[in-house]
């Protein structure tokens, strides 16, 4: 089988489906030209078996080769959820810099200054993670309400505890 590229940077190969008679003129027909999928050879882009279809690999290179448009119509499909989800993270990336933006300035305002201190007040200034260390840091457990949390959406934690809490695969405070 003979590699040809579909425009992005995939592999793919090209199958010729065998030879038919049409049923009703009697005319025998080409098998179209098929696009076979990267992640299953046995089967088309389209959804067929290569069992069923007969035939062999085609050695013409590129996509463009194929005569199936069941097989186009898919890799077209395919390239715009690609191109979509490129959008996608791109605008997710804008839309996580202005959130956190404007998140690190409310952390300046006197709204979160007073939030904090009560919070702090609350905990003795000792860290309701491991009770052992002096709190630190104000940490959100939710931020549905971020600008107007009420006190149970924070809690007072030490660095260590803080640190852990923010650990990818989770953590322990060392303190």
């Known amino acids: 089988m003979r590699p040809a590229g579909n425009g992005q940077d995939r ?3 090209l199958w010729q489906a065998a030879s038919y008679t049409h049923p009703v003129t009697g005319a025998r027909l080409r098998g179209k030209i098929h696009v076979l999928r990267h992640d ?3 089967r088309t882009v389209c959804g ?3 069992t ?3 035939g062999h690999t085609f050695a013409q290179h590129g996509v463009e080769h194929s ?3 069941g097989c186009q119509n898919s890799l077209a499909a395919d390239a715009r959820r690609v191109e979509a ?3 996608w993270r791109i605008k997710q990336e804008e839309d996580d810099r202005e959130w956190w933006r404007r998140y690190e300035a409310y ?4 709204q979160w200054q007073l939030r904090r201190r009560r919070v702090l007040e609350r905990a003795d200034f000792r860290c309701e993670g491991c009770r052992q260390a002096p709190a630190t840091q104000v940490h959100h457990l939710t931020y549905k309400r971020l600008g107007h949390e009420m006190l149970f959406d924070l809690v007072a934690v ?6 852990a809490i923010h650990r990818p695969q989770g953590g322990v405070c060392t303190t």
């Open 48 to 50: 067929r078996q290569i």
């Open 85 to 87: 989800m490129a959008q």
């Open 40 to 42: 299953d050879l046995a």
């Open 52 to 54: 069923a279809l007969g």
């Open 67 to 69: 005569s199936c448009q």
């Open 158 to 163: 030490c660095d260590a505890c803080h640190e």
């Open 11 to 13: 592999m793919h190969y």
């Open 107 to 110: 952390l300046q305002t006197p």
